[in-house]
């Protein structure tokens, strides 16, 4: 995956169209850069605004912060604004930008001031370039500014040279996702001059420390960082523009890197420096953290800085691994080897050597074990971030009682007994009585208590066994060392014990996260379209977490929910917000995320491969946002959710689509038919009327008869067809109300013989019916209609004179009408496929007709519950069966003579 | 034959008056014309016309409704002129007090045959009726209450008697299920349609030649019963 290509491969060449095509509807972004405040940026965003609204372009203003100077001010008047929104906060008003406003006013090109500021609390987003991105997405063109210490990647490096450390950053995926920066440069000195003139507005913070800012040592180096920066993405723009005309020459050697993250502040800056790495070399890299088995689940402060770290480099586009194993070295090599990394960054220990002596060290093992990967070993300053208090600190010991309680009255039965054996057992043997109540209480209690154990173990063995006795005096020198030993022992004991129980309970919460997991793909690879697979996820999720409420929405977020926990759960607007903006993004959006996060409810997106299919939002029950592991397990599910979403979907619109080309040949066979049965009847009408009107007088008696009988026929079978397109019609729409009555089942056969007479005429019919009155419930009128087609069919198709038979047999249960001919039979072939529309079987020329008469036959039996079958004759011929169910009693005939 | 009886056309269709004009012109009828509900009850009180043809579909108003108005003060024939699937429409209009109907596209000679049923039911003799009717190889003597098949008696049961003679009495008629079961069993047995197709089953039996084969005791699909006239006979 690293090699260069010779050649465009299909796959870049797709990326490409992708590219190209998402450029042509993407909206575009474009950043004002400076080195420092002062240089001008606003300035210069301002003069293109005016430039672009010279050009046609609807551009308002979002916000913009003039900073009281004129000559901005200036160029900012007579631009459109959007009228800021006012937040109260902790009695302060609050101007930010309003989103919705300006997704609602949908210009062209918006201006948006100050990229990195911080929205107040209560904002959609905690930061205004998420609002940025918002309008990017809506096709809305974005000017922005930002300056460089801003940017997440040098932020540490600037502070590093100015002492100042900026606590407003831009992830560089901001600043990659722009389409132009343009520099706003000046000299330092000119700046200087400006700063000195009183031109350049310092927020307070910032004047605090301008005395180390503005310095021009600081402001030379920020320019040139500043100039990197830009010249880095120029570069990507170059490496861009090479991949989309295939220029391979300058393709870098594939190069990929790894950094190890840990919950140490020092991560922070291994991260940045793993960014900065990697955007020199344009690789590709990833960020991974190692949980290890078996080891205490760390403190919630370690975790939440270790969340920080993850998320961090997530942001500045790194690919987070976690991964298990028993010793963080060798999961890492592990990682890298199988995904080729040639660059692992790590961090420089901070700790004693006689650490790494006892335990290992992290660093030796990667060196060691890492054969051709480079390692660079980074400085790990943790610095002003408070780093240190967290290395290795003691956990405060529980102060729950009852442990040390339990364990204290465990020593003193075990010196209880100790005294009373004392003159059985020797003092070692009752040493290991001891340590057995030791190992006793750290499986029971775990760490603290054992040790409170061991101490009071050692006191009472010295009190009340070591000669002499209740004393604490030891008349051996040699009891120290076994009192030493004791306590080493249960110190020993205790880890092992606490090791033990952490290993179990980390196992048991794995199983029971895959557990679940397994569950709900078990359920969803039953359900067939996304309401089963909706409801299946809310109870799945509903026993995982065990929150209070539960939507699934579909991917028409302003619809109705799928599902929802309660079942009679009505979603608030709110909650419906969140979905949409998760829906739209692809996100997660909600309670402890980056967007609404003060909302109560957590929203992640339903999703397989592309698009989200969904979203499912839940309500912690306790009203915090979800940890780490709780987070990827619903990760997990609604991915698992998606896919049984979109495979519902794909087959959904494989249906729709079947369905559609199924409509499609129907309605050109109705076309043909149409024109050609319909057309041809008329035809002879015509040509026989028209003749009549001129050649009335020439034309002899038999000729004027044939003409009009001619008229006669064909008007009849224009009748019998849009009888039939009728018919067909109203059976397809479901417009066929079956208006079921208790009918004699011989009634019906000879409305049918009355009604073809006519064409029936000549022809042996025989009836066979059973002598019983055999009443059935049926539509008397579509079943009579279904005989009639039969019949028709029959005198139609079979030779004139041939002898038909009907014969009616009757059951409990049903009503059995056969239809026997003497024709030509049928092939295989056309019984198949003679219930189809528009199918005629094999018809004798000059038969015409719609191939519709017998596909209303099916469709009226069939909405009576029957079925109509056809098969061959014994002894040549064909026999059509219609089979009625008698559903329901037979009403009683109980009348009185009237 | 028709003696210029005075036809009033009920029909919003110029082609199908056209039709009705030529050939009821033909035959010696005299006509009036109507294309809406109004002009057909302003024309049917003006004129007093003979009969009434009337088409179920008129555009300013209901063909069913105007049945029913012209029934408060008329007894004139009305022959319903309605498509086929609209067997409700048919009945709805039956009940309503209409005579007959037939189903478009029809014959010139099965528009004349109803009419002229409906001209002779509506005349008031065939209330009176004779002693005995004669429906080819079936009599009916009135007086005996006795029917005769080829010679030979046929035992009917009461009902089945009372259904026959209905039938009879109204020869060439439609009569809807509704219509029998008000006249032989009574108004509080109007929907109880199976009481009619169950003895009118066993009624073909004795009567027919072939149960299944009817020729006198038609089923006017979804609609009732005719008893084919053995004369009308096509």
Redesign the interface.
Known sequence: MTEAPERPNPDALLEKIEAATSHARRARLRIFFGFAPGVGKTYRMLTVARELERQGRDVVVGVVETHGRVETAKLADGLERVPLRRIEHRGRVLEEMDLDAALARRPSVILVDELAHTNAPGSRHPKRWQDVLDLLDRGIDVLSTINVQHIESLNDVVAQITQVRVRETVPDRVLDRADEIELVDIAPEELLLRLKEGKVYLPDQAARAAGHFFRRGNLLALRELALRRTAEHVDADVVAYRRREGVQATWPAGERILVCVGPSPASLQLVRAARRMAAGLRAPWVAAYVDLVGVAPSRDEDRRRLETHLSLAESLGATVVRLTGSRVGAAILEHARKHNVTRIIIGKPTHSPLRDRLRGSLLDDVVRGSGDIDVHVISGDAGQEDGRARTERPAAPPLALLPYVSASALVALTTLVSVGLRRALGLPDLEVLYLLAIMVTAIRYGRWPALAAAALAVAAYDFFLVPPHYTFAVADGRYVLTFAMMFAVGWVLSALAVRIKNQERDAIAREKRTRALFALTRDLASAEDDRVAARVLVRHTRDAFEPTEIVVWGRDGAGEPLATFPDDLAAGTADRAIATWTLEHGRPAGLGSETLPAAHAYCVPIRATSNAEGALSIVPADGQALGVEQRELLDAFSKQAGLAFERARLSEEARVAALRAKTEEMRSSLLSTVSHDLRTPLGAITGAATTLRSERSRLAEDATTGLLDAIIDEAARLERLVGNLLDMTRLESGDLPVKREWVPADELVGAALTRLEAALAGRPVTVAVPDATILVAVDPVLVQQVFVNLLENAAKYTPDGSPLEIAVHASERQVVFDFLDRGLGLSLATRKSIFEKFERGEPPPGVGGAGLGLAICKGIVEAHGGTLGVRSREGGGTVFTVTLPIVGEPPSMNEEEA | MTDGLLVLIVDDEPQMRRFLRASLGAQGYRLLEAGTAEEAIRLATSHNPDIILLDLGLPDGDGIDLTRRMREWSKTPIVVLSA??R?SDKVEALDAGADDYVTK?F?LNELLARMRVALRHGSGTAAEGPARIELGEVTIDLVKRQVVRNDEEVHLT??EY?LLVLLAKNAGRVLTHRAILVE???PS?AS????V??H???L?KKIEQ?????VLL?????VGYRLREPTSA?
Do not use: C, F, N, S
């Not at chain 2, 109880?192 to 009481?195: A, F, N």
């Not at chain 2, 038609?218 to 979804?222: A, H, Q, R």
């Open positions: 086929r699937g067997e596209p014959g009461p009902i009372k032989v069993w009574g047995y109880q349609t199976h009481y197709r169950v009118m089953a066993e073909r072939d149960a299944a084969r009817p038609l089923t006017e699909p979804g096509r």
